[in-house]
C-alpha cells in the first residue's frame, strides 16, 4: 500500500475546515498547521519547539498529554472569537506520547453563519414535525357523520359509549358507507384523542410490503431497505390509534403476525433481533363477512375474536333513505367551497331521483354524482340533465324509494326469483361493479376507488364475472 507524503498530509490538513496543532508529551508543539498560524498571526517557524500554553491562549493541550483523557466540542476563546475545540491524546503502544487538538470557526462571522444555518435547520425540521404531526391527527368527529334516521342515531350514540374503552372495535359495512369517519371520530372522542390516528388500507398494500409497513425494518434488513432502516405504523401509531381499513383482504400470512403482535402486546422489525412494547388501540374495518371467510379458512378464527371485540355494522344508503336530503346538503357546502359556488341546491326531480337510486356505492357515490353535477352546472340549481346518464336513465326496478317499505318489499320479493345466498350476494356485486364501471366510463382505476377496493381485486372481480 501506498504511504501519502509529507506534502499530501500537509495539502488535505489544509482543505479541511479545521485548525490543527500536534504537542508531544511535554506539552510542545511538533506541528501546527499554516491556517491555525494565520489565525494566531505567527508563522510555523515561530511556533515549533515552543511550549502549547506560551502560543495559544486557554489551551488545555498540555493537560491532555498528562491525563491522557480526550476533551470533545469544548468552548475556547482566542483572539477575542469563540472556538470549538476538539483535543484528543495520542496512544502509540499503550504509551501516551503525545496529542492533537483542533478548532474550528476562525472568526466571528464564520460562527454566526454556522449559527444561522442551524436555525434555519432547525426552523425547517420544526415546520416538517408539525406537518407529519397534523397528517396523523384523525380528521373528523362524531358532528361530521350526518344522519338523522333512527338506526344512524342508535348507531352514533353506540360509538360515542365505546369511545372511552379500549377495547378492540370491528366495523363492517359496504364500500363508501363511512366506516373510516366513524373510526376517526371514535378515536377523536377517546382518551387517545391526542395521540397519532394512523389508517392502513390493508388491500392497497403488496403482500410483500406490508409486514414492513406495519412493523418496521431495520437498516439493511433487505435490498433497497431506507438506511438506518424505517419506523413500522405500529410504532407510529403508540399511545393512539391504528386503523387497520379492509382487513379482510389481509394475506393468511400475515394475519397470523398481527395476531400475535395483538397477544404479545410487542412487535419485530423486519430484520431486527429487538422487541419493541406497543400500546395502540385497534379499529379494524372490512367489507367483507369475515364470519363466512372463517368458515372457508380464508380468515384466522382467532384474529376475529381477537378485533371483534366491539363491532358496528353502518347500514348502507338504500337502508336510511330519509338522511339523503341532509347527506346532500352537507356534501354541496363541501363542493361549494372546493368549486367557488354558493347555495347550490337540487330540483325537486333531481331529489326524488335520488331518493329512488339504490346506491351501491352509498354516501361516496353520492358525492361523486354531485361533484360530477357542479362541474357542469350553469346556474345554482341541480337539474336531472346535470345527472350522470345511468341516474337519468334509471331502470324502473331501481325506483323503489318512494312507495312504503312494506310495498317496496312485497315488489322487491316478486320480481327477484330466490337463489342461494352465495350466488344472490355475488349477482348485487357484479350489478354494482357494471353500474360503477358505466359512472366511471369503464376507468377501473376510478371503479375501484368508488368501490373502496384494490385495483387488483376489481380486476379479479371482472374476469370471474365475465365484466368486459
Given at each position: 500500500?501506498?504511504?501519502?507524503?509529507?506534502?499530501?498530509?500537509?495539502?488535505?490538513?489544509?482543505?479541511?475546515?479545521?485548525?490543527?496543532?500536534?504537542?508531544?508529551?511535554?506539552?510542545?508543539?511538533?506541528?501546527?498547521?499554516?491556517?491555525?498560524?494565520?489565525?494566531?498571526?505567527?508563522?510555523?517557524?515561530?511556533?515549533?519547539?515552543?511550549?502549547?500554553?506560551?502560543?495559544?491562549?486557554?489551551?488545555?493541550?498540555?493537560?491532555?498529554?498528562?491525563?491522557?483523557?480526550?476533551?470533545?466540542?469544548?468552548?475556547?476563546?482566542?483572539?477575542?472569537?469563540?472556538?470549538?475545540?476538539?483535543?484528543?491524546?495520542?496512544?502509540?503502544?499503550?504509551?501516551?506520547?503525545?496529542?492533537?487538538?483542533?478548532?474550528?470557526?476562525?472568526?466571528?462571522?464564520?460562527?454566526?453563519?454556522?449559527?444561522?444555518?442551524?436555525?434555519?435547520?432547525?426552523?425547517?425540521?420544526?415546520?416538517?414535525?408539525?406537518?407529519?404531526?397534523?397528517?396523523?391527527?384523525?380528521?373528523?368527529?362524531?358532528?361530521?357523520?350526518?344522519?338523522?334516521?333512527?338506526?344512524?342515531?342508535?348507531?352514533?350514540?353506540?360509538?360515542?359509549?365505546?369511545?372511552?374503552?379500549?377495547?378492540?372495535?370491528?366495523?363492517?359495512?359496504?364500500?363508501?358507507?363511512?366506516?373510516?369517519?366513524?373510526?376517526?371520530?371514535?378515536?377523536?372522542?377517546?382518551?387517545?384523542?391526542?395521540?397519532?390516528?394512523?389508517?392502513?388500507?390493508?388491500?392497497?398494500?403488496?403482500?410483500?410490503?406490508?409486514?414492513?409497513?406495519?412493523?418496521?425494518?431495520?437498516?439493511?434488513?433487505?435490498?433497497?431497505?431506507?438506511?438506518?432502516?424505517?419506523?413500522?405504523?405500529?410504532?407510529?401509531?403508540?399511545?393512539?390509534?391504528?386503523?387497520?381499513?379492509?382487513?379482510?383482504?389481509?394475506?393468511?400470512?400475515?394475519?397470523?403476525?398481527?395476531?400475535?403482535?395483538?397477544?404479545?402486546?410487542?412487535?419485530?422489525?423486519?430484520?431486527?433481533?429487538?422487541?419493541?412494547?406497543?400500546?395502540?388501540?385497534?379499529?379494524?374495518?372490512?367489507?367483507?363477512?369475515?364470519?363466512?371467510?372463517?368458515?372457508?379458512?380464508?380468515?384466522?378464527?382467532?384474529?376475529?375474536?381477537?378485533?371483534?371485540?366491539?363491532?358496528?355494522?353502518?347500514?348502507?344508503?338504500?337502508?336510511?333513505?330519509?338522511?339523503?336530503?341532509?347527506?346532500?346538503?352537507?356534501?354541496?357546502?363541501?363542493?361549494?367551497?372546493?368549486?367557488?359556488?354558493?347555495?347550490?341546491?337540487?330540483?325537486?326531480?333531481?331529489?326524488?331521483?335520488?331518493?329512488?337510486?339504490?346506491?351501491?356505492?352509498?354516501?361516496?357515490?353520492?358525492?361523486?354524482?354531485?361533484?360530477?353535477?357542479?362541474?357542469?352546472?350553469?346556474?345554482?340549481?341541480?337539474?336531472?340533465?346535470?345527472?350522470?346518464?345511468?341516474?337519468?336513465?334509471?331502470?324502473e326496478n331501481e325506483e323503489l324509494g318512494h312507495v312504503g317499505n312494506e310495498t317496496k318489499?312485497?315488489?322487491?320479493?316478486?320480481?327477484?326469483?330466490?337463489?342461494?345466498?352465495?350466488?344472490?350476494?355475488?349477482?348485487?356485486?357484479?350489478?354494482?361493479?357494471?353500474?360503477?364501471?358505466?359512472?366511471?366510463?369503464?376507468?377501473?382505476?376510478?371503479?375501484?376507488?368508488?368501490?373502496?377496493?384494490?385495483?387488483?381485486?376489481?380486476?379479479?372481480?371482472?374476469?370471474?364475472?365475465?365484466?368486459?
Amino acid at each position: 500500500m501506498k504511504r501519502l507524503s509529507r506534502e499530501w498530509l500537509e495539502q488535505i490538513i489544509h482543505l479541511l475546515n479545521e485548525r490543527i496543532v500536534v504537542v508531544d508529551n511535554e506539552g510542545t508543539i511538533i506541528y501546527m498547521d499554516h491556517a491555525y498560524c494565520d489565525l494566531l498571526n505567527t508563522k510555523q517557524e515561530d511556533v515549533i519547539g515552543k511550549p502549547v500554553q506560551e502560543i495559544i491562549e486557554n489551551t488545555r493541550m498540555h493537560i491532555v498529554t498528562k491525563t491522557g483523557e480526550r476533551e470533545v466540542e469544548h468552548f475556547q476563546p482566542i483572539n477575542d472569537s469563540v472556538m470549538v475545540a476538539n483535543r484528543f491524546p495520542i496512544m502509540i503502544d499503550g504509551k501516551l506520547e503525545g496529542a492533537v487538538g483542533t478548532v474550528m470557526f476562525a472568526d466571528p462571522e464564520n460562527l454566526r453563519s454556522f449559527k444561522n444555518r442551524i436555525q434555519r435547520l432547525v426552523k425547517d425540521l420544526s415546520y416538517y414535525r408539525s406537518k407529519v404531526e397534523k397528517e396523523l391527527k384523525s380528521s373528523y368527529t362524531f358532528d361530521d357523520l350526518v344522519g338523522d334516521s333512527s338506526s344512524f342515531r342508535a348507531l352514533k350514540d353506540f360509538a360515542k359509549v365505546i369511545s372511552g374503552s379500549n377495547s378492540s372495535v370491528l366495523i363492517s359495512g359496504e364500500s363508501g358507507t363511512g366506516k373510516e369517519l366513524f373510526a376517526s371520530s371514535i378515536h377523536n372522542n377517546s382518551f387517545r384523542d391526542q395521540a397519532p390516528f394512523v389508517p392502513i388500507n390493508c388491500a392497497a398494500i403488496p403482500e410483500e410490503l406490508l409486514e414492513s409497513e406495519l412493523f418496521g425494518y431495520e437498516d439493511g434488513a433487505f435490498t433497497g431497505a431506507k438506511k438506518g432502516g424505517k419506523k413500522g405504523l405500529f410504532e407510529v401509531a403508540q399511545n393512539g390509534t391504528l386503523f387497520l381499513d379492509e382487513i379482510g383482504d389481509m394475506p393468511l400470512s400475515m394475519q397470523s403476525k398481527l395476531l400475535r403482535a395483538l397477544q404479545e402486546k410487542e412487535i419485530q422489525p423486519v430484520g431486527g433481533q429487538r422487541r419493541i412494547p406497543i400500546d395502540v388501540r385497534i379499529i379494524a374495518a372490512t367489507h367483507r363477512n369475515l364470519e363466512e371467510m372463517v368458515k372457508e379458512g380464508t380468515f384466522r378464527q382467532d384474529l376475529y375474536y381477537r378485533i371483534n371485540v366491539i363491532h358496528l355494522e353502518i347500514p348502507p344508503l338504500r337502508n336510511r333513505v330519509e338522511d339523503i336530503p341532509l347527506l346532500i346538503k352537507m356534501l354541496l357546502s363541501k363542493l361549494e367551497k372546493r368549486f367557488y359556488k354558493k347555495q347550490v341546491t337540487c330540483s325537486t326531480e333531481v331529489m326524488e331521483k335520488l331518493k329512488r337510486h339504490l346506491w351501491p356505492g352509498n354516501v361516496r357515490e353520492l358525492e361523486n354524482v354531485l361533484e360530477r353535477a357542479i362541474n357542469v352546472l350553469k346556474g345554482n340549481r341541480i337539474e336531472v340533465v346535470d345527472l350522470p346518464l345511468y341516474l337519468r336513465d334509471m331502470e324502473e326496478n331501481e325506483e323503489l324509494g318512494h312507495v312504503g317499505n312494506e310495498t317496496k318489499k312485497a315488489i322487491q320479493e316478486s320480481s327477484i326469483p330466490i337463489r342461494p345466498l352465495k350466488d344472490t350476494v355475488a349477482m348485487a356485486e357484479k350489478q354494482a361493479i357494471e353500474r360503477t364501471l358505466r359512472f366511471t366510463n369503464g376507468n377501473k382505476l376510478e371503479a375501484a376507488k368508488l368501490l373502496g377496493i384494490g385495483k387488483t381485486s376489481l380486476y379479479d372481480k371482472c374476469k370471474l364475472y365475465e365484466i368486459q
